[in-house]
């Protein structure tokens, strides 16, 4: 089945530390996302990529960041400089500008970052 | 700016009974226009989306919207709520970009 993949799904980490949250897609999508949920908040975007080998930055970048070295893969390094990085991780993709379906983004089931 | 907004934080209704849910975006321009459903601890899924033609969009799970261009609204309804309706509800909109902005949620809690 096609779909997408976040690991770890519960994370945690002191802090200082930096972690990396994986997003594997086999979708075959050009377009590919991060986003962080906090309660009532809703989604706030980190940082988008609508092809291979580039990215930019979304509302929320400071503290975060990302490669994409492949299509289907999409890794979000959380920095120690990220002041409050406890939330929810969402992942997600799209079929890319200009394509049927452009702005149809398909989820990944999340990963929860908690810094003790 | 552009914006999405959510009026209802949260909506208690009990099974059986007819469900609206409230969308409002800020921009002028027509946009594309999504529902999302998120069980807790789990990703978005799709409900419905509408890009053009008949403003009466019919989703997954007995779901439906419609686009009001003079409102500026995009409300989800549905007849009949089941228990298993309780989730959050994300509203988001596009505009000829990959990007979507997304409301702050609607959590809809069912009574028996």
């Known amino acids: 089945d096609g779909g997408i993949t976040q690991s770890p799904k519960y994370l945690f980490r002191k802090e200082g530390q930096n972690v990396t949250l994986s997003c594997e897609q086999n979708?075959?999508?050009?377009?590919m996302y991060w986003y962080r949920q906090d309660p009532g908040q809703g989604l706030r975007l980190i940082y988008y990529?609508?092809?291979?080998?580039?990215?930019q930055k979304g509302d929320i970048a400071e503290g975060y960041s990302v490669s994409r070295e492949k299509k289907e893969s999409f890794p979000l390094t959380v920095t120690s400089a990220q002041k409050n990085p406890t939330a929810f991780y969402l992942c997600?993709?799209?079929?890319?500008?200009?394509?049927?379906?452009?702005?149809?983004?398909?989820f990944g089931a999340g990963s929860r970052l908690t810094v003790l | 700016a552009q914006s999405v907004t959510q009026p209802d934080i949260h909506i208690t209704v009990s099974e059986g009974a007819s469900l609206e849910l409230r969308c409002n975006y800020s921009?002028?321009?027509?946009?594309?226009l999504f529902w999302y459903v998120q069980s807790p601890g789990q990703g978005l899924q799709l409900l419905l989306k509408?890009?053009?033609?008949?403003?009466l969009v019919q989703g997954i799970k007995g779901f439906e919207a419609e686009f009001k261009r003079s409102q500026s609204s995009f409300n989800l309804r549905k007849p009949s709520v089941h228990w298993s309706d309780a989730a959050e509800y994300f509203c988001?909109?596009?505009?000829?970009?990959?990007?979507?902005?997304f409301g702050t949620g609607t959590r809809l809690q069912v009574f028996p």
């Open positions: 990529s609508q092809i291979v080998n580039d990215f």
């Open positions: 997600a993709s799209s079929p890319g500008q200009g394509a049927l379906g452009a702005n149809v983004l398909t």
């Open positions: 509408y890009f053009s033609g008949d403003t």
């Open positions: 979708l075959n999508h050009d377009a």
């Open positions: 988001a909109v596009g505009y000829n970009t990959d990007k979507l902005i």
């Open positions: 921009y002028g321009a027509t946009p594309y």
